[in-house]
Every structure is written in C-alpha cells, then in structure tokens.
C-alpha cells in the first residue's frame, strides 16, 4: 500500500484520493500491520495536496478522518500513549464547517461503498449529505460530490439489475433443464 502512496502522481489527484481512502479504510480495519507507516503516508499526502483549491477547502474535514481513524487504531491495540499525544489533533466533527463536514460524509461514503450492496444504499445517503452540506455555488466540490453519488448509482443499479434479471434467468436455466 505505501507504494501505492508514494507512486501516485502529484498531477493525478483522483488516483492518489482513491489511494488515500484505501489507505485509512485499511488502517480503520487493522489490514495493514504497517498501519503507522501507512498514516504517515495519509498525513503526507494530505499536506502534499493542501496548495489545490479542492483539497485546501477539504483539509480540515480530511484531518478529521485521518487523525479519528489513527486514535481508533491505537485505542483497539491498546497504545493508549499513542492515543493520547493524538487526541489534541481532532477537532470535534461539530466543529468542522460545513464543506469539512461535507468532506467527511464524502470520505465516509467512498469507503462504504466496498462493503456490499447494504452499505451501498448507506454510502448514497453519506453522499447525498455531502452534497446537501457543502455550500459551493461555483460546483468545484460538489460536482465531486455529484460524481461520486453517480458512481455509487450506478453500482447500486447493476447490482439490482444483476440480482433481479440475472439471478431469474439463471433459475430459469436450472430449472428448465
């Protein structure tokens, strides 16, 4: 996964969010025994990406994420040291403005969406909460956020047009013969 962190192309900035998601979806669900380095590697990217308009509005909302997923990881493992010296770092969701808030729903539902059909339908509402949060008239952020509700859409639907005519034809199929 670090590789994956440090060959994403600086110019490349939807390659390298797809790799920060992973990275902290990975470390929030203990995959990665080098969850440290792999935070590191979050931070870094986070602070690479800080001078573009999109992410420099985002940052906080993205911190936010990245440090609760850390104190997580360190509370579950038990380094409550750790845990500790990162507690300072969060800023409290409530307190976030609402394109961070927004940001955060928008993280939320890019991870959701891996775990199944169910938590489809959970990350479609993250992602309509970030796009009914985030105020930008201009649709620098919320065109993103209208593109990942159209991904997670569109995912739903081949899922439930699999399952509904796909699964009936191949019963068909069994059935017949």
Same mark, same amino acid.
């Given at each position: 996964?670090?590789?994956?962190?440090?060959?994403?192309?600086?110019?490349?900035?939807?390659?390298?969010?797809?790799?920060?998601?992973?990275?902290?979806?990975?470390?929030?669900?203990?995959?990665?025994?080098?969850?440290?380095?792999?935070?590191?590697?979050?931070?870094?990217?986070?602070?690479?990406?800080?001078?573009?308009?999109?992410?420099?509005?985002?940052? @906080?909302?993205?911190?936010?994420? +990245?440090? %609760?997923? =850390?104190?997580?990881?360190?509370? $579950?493992? *038990?380094?409550?040291?750790?845990?500790?010296?990162?507690?300072?770092?969060?800023?409290?969701?409530?307190?976030?403005?609402?394109?961070?808030?927004?940001?955060?729903?928008?993280?939320?539902?890019?991870?959701?969406?891996?775990?199944?059909?169910?938590?489809?339908?959970?990350?479609?509402?993250?992602?309509?909460?970030?796009? @009914?949060?985030?105020?930008?008239? +201009?649709? %620098?952020? =919320?065109?993103?956020?209208?593109? $990942?509700? *159209?991904?997670?859409?569109?995912?739903?639907?081949?899922?439930?047009?699999?399952?509904?005519?796909?699964?009936?034809?191949?019963?068909?199929?069994?059935?017949?013969?």
């Amino acid at each position: 996964m670090n590789t994956v962190l440090q060959n994403t192309d600086s110019g490349s900035g939807r390659m390298s969010m797809a790799a920060f998601y992973l990275a902290v979806f990975r470390c929030a669900h203990l995959k990665d025994e080098e969850a440290a380095v792999t935070f590191d590697s979050c931070e870094k990217l986070v602070e690479d990406k800080q001078n573009e308009r999109f992410y420099y509005e985002i940052k @906080e909302g993205l911190e936010h994420v +990245l440090f %609760s997923s =850390r104190l997580f990881f360190f509370r $579950l493992t *038990g380094r409550q040291e750790s845990a500790e010296e990162i507690l300072p770092r969060i800023k409290l969701f409530k307190e976030l403005n609402k394109v961070c808030q927004a940001a955060v729903f928008g993280v939320k539902a890019n991870i959701l969406r891996f775990f199944g059909y169910d938590a489809k339908h959970e990350a479609l509402k993250c992602a309509r909460l970030a796009i @009914e949060l985030d105020p930008d008239d +201009l649709g %620098s952020r =919320r065109g993103a956020w209208y593109y $990942l509700a *159209g991904k997670i859409l569109a995912e739903i639907r081949r899922t439930e047009s699999f399952c509904e005519v796909g699964i009936l034809l191949y019963f068909t199929c069994i059935f017949e013969y």
